[in-house]
């Protein structure tokens, strides 16, 4: 077994069962016994988030003119949820079931998105209110997003694909998913690293809020560059354990580097261990109250200020004092910078809190 050993949550879970939970559960809804978010997203006991997956109306629209993000013009169709417009190529047919099932899984991801953040972006690119999924022939990637604010595009090669999966098989791609976490990230001033240090936290944000955003729409992962989406996520899930398991790795050697202790990056990495913490710490409720309180925070002159933003909105999210965990099992920085040798992680137990909101 790799890492700290830890006996269930590290948090005393109280579950207080109601004659609605009752009925939710002999309708087949999964209940967590957790608080709520809107649109049918609810805490679950392993971390997750799940939710009621009922589609609002989609309604298709007249074409529009489309700027794209990197200047270039197109005319395009949207798709028009309750939160998110889809806007495809006019030059292919779309099956109106499937792109109702694609908008309505963005709609649930944007609910559970502005829920978990008690936030929504800023306006760049927008159509009737709603944000913007464009497909185009141009762009800064896969997929392109502003940070903060609406607006994300997928190069028309990318978005065909996901469509057929969906078509095909039920499967999601995840870029747009990811992409909604660029559009929700708001505390680059709290927790992103500063040079020299390579940050891996703006982008980790994205990678780890993918995964509960789609467990959160109610959608299964279509494969990662060839891995199959679920063994893909329990490959990330497990970087913690690799870090946790050789006490020879640093924060320096890993984070502040933008590197993994195992696959793929730092970035990765960053997302494993804020899904342990949520593991063991609440799940959603942790998730929820991390990113509330974030907010708050003064602006990290250092990054050891960073660091000890991250660890004083982990305490607040638990609601229990996590500093062994992050500046002795993981040797994180102090905020005087002051680094601690790492002992076995076995030796260092998971600190006790409260999963109640």
């Not at 169709?77 to 309750?82: E, L």
């Not at 709609?107 to 709603?130: C, E």
């Not at 694909?161 to 095909?168: E, G, H, K, T």
């Not at 929700?184 to 940050?199: G, M, Y």
Request: with cysteine.
């Amino acid at each position: 077994m790799r890492g700290a050993t830890a006996t269930g949550f590290g948090c005393l879970r109280r579950i207080v069962v109601t004659a609605a939970t009752l009925l939710a559960l002999s309708s087949g809804l999964v209940v967590a016994g957790a608080q709520a978010a809107v649109d049918g997203t609810e805490a679950a006991p392993n971390g997750q988030a799940t939710t009621t997956t009922s589609t609002v109306s989609v309604e298709q629209l007249p074409a529009v003119n489309y700027t794209a993000i990197d200047g270039h013009k197109e005319t395009l169709v949207p798709w028009q949820g309750r939160h998110v417009s889809v806007l495809v190529e006019p030059a292919v047919t779309r099956d109106p079931r499937v792109m109702t099932k694609l908008v309505s899984a963005l709609d649930r991801a944007w609910s559970y998105y502005a829920a978990t953040t008690g936030r929504t972006p800023a306006v760049a690119h927008s159509l009737n209110g709603r944000d913007e999924v464009a497909e185009v022939t141009s762009t800064c990637g896969a997929g392109c997003t502003y940070i903060g604010a609406t607006g994300t595009e997928m190069l028309t090669s990318y978005f065909e694909s996901m469509y057929q999966q969906i078509a095909q098989s039920n499967l999601y791609d995840q870029i747009p998913f990811y992409e909604l976490g660029r559009s929700f990230w708001f505390w680059s001033s709290q927790l992103e690293l500063k040079s020299p240090d390579q940050d891996p936290v703006v982008t980790g944000f994205a990678v780890w809020m993918r995964f509960r955003s789609m467990t959160a729409a109610g959608v299964k992962g279509a494969p990662f560059n060839g891995t199959p989406f679920t063994t893909f996520q329990t490959q990330v899930a497990a970087l913690s354990g690799d870090y946790e398991a050789n006490p020879a790795l640093t924060f320096a050697g890993t984070l502040a580097l933008d590197r993994s202790p195992g696959l793929y990056g730092g970035t990765d990495f960053w997302a494993s261990l804020m899904t342990q913490l949520a593991q063991r710490h609440g799940g959603q409720v942790f998730v929820r109250r991390f990113w509330h309180h974030l907010g708050a925070m003064p602006p990290a002159s250092s990054n050891n200020d960073a660091v000890t933003n991250w660890v004083q909105a982990a305490n607040y999210a638990a609601r229990t004092d996590l500093s062994p965990v992050f500046y002795t099992r993981w040797g994180f920085p102090r905020p005087d910078g002051s680094v601690t040798p790492r002992p076995p992680a076995s030796t260092v137990p998971e600190p006790i809190g409260s999963c109640l909101p």
